[in-house]
T-cell receptor, first 113, second 111 residues
């Protein structure tokens, strides 16, 4: 595709619910990254995939957060039992290899009421 | 641990030069990046510099890197109102691909 796309663009949910956020990377990019950006802050790293496997998940805040990339392309970030503190913009990026420049999608704005 | 710091705000007049500064702590950083974020939009890569360089110029943008002081700056020449945005400095270490971002500098350009 032309760029990284993310769906939905906005998601409103209630505390305690489960959400899934989707990322479509640039076609052919082997590395995919998830970041979280809280209001007034810079993006914070969550997890990155090289192919289908999670190469570094050190940024996931707790076990309520999980991400998959089963076919090495599209990735889904899953958040269980959402809390109000999970409200943020979730950004996805992809690159043509782990050391290459990362290109970001527009983000999913998550609001937990 | 790794940390990246930026000043939060900068205000300039249209036509002036803007200089946005950033400091980082990870001496193993291999690449340093500048991203631009406009309201409600994603991050747009502006430019980057490899850690063995001390300067890179790209049209109106000049990046200076002082590796000894771990200081990075972005100079925008002839700043325009369309340059108003938040600018993020980010560094990448030599292990894996994750980026460490600063808090962002909000640039306001007044006509």
């Amino acid at each position: 595709g032309a760029g990284v796309s993310q769906t939905p663009s906005n998601k409103v949910t209630e505390k305690g619910k489960y959400v899934e956020l989707r990322c479509d990377p640039i076609s052919g990019h082997t590395a995919l990254y998830w970041y979280r950006q809280s209001l007034g802050q810079g993006p914070e790293f969550l997890i990155y995939f090289q192919g289908t496997g999670a190469a570094d998940d050190s940024g996931l805040p707790n076990d309520r957060f999980f991400a998959v990339r089963p076919e090495g392309s599209v990735s889904t970030l899953k958040i269980q039992r959402t809390e109000r503190g999970d409200s943020a913009v979730y950004l996805c990026a992809s690159s043509n290899g782990p050391g290459e420049t990362q290109y970001f999608g527009p983000g999913t704005r998550l609001l937990v009421l | 641990g790794e940390d990246v710091e930026q000043s939060l705000f900068l205000s300039v007049r249209e036509g002036d030069s803007s200089v946005i500064n950033c400091t980082y702590t990870d001496s193993s950083s291999t690449y340093l990046y500048w991203y631009k974020q406009e309201p409600g939009a994603g991050l747009q890569l502006l430019t980057y510099i490899f850690s063995n360089m001390d300067m890179k110029q790209d049209q109106r943008l000049t990046v200076l890197l002082n590796k000894k002081d771990k200081h990075l700056s972005l100079r925008i020449a002839d700043t325009q109102t369309g340059d108003s945005a938040i600018y993020f400095c980010a560094e990448r270490g030599n292990q894996g691909g994750k980026l460490i971002f600063g808090q962002g500098t909000e640039l306001s350009v007044k006509p």
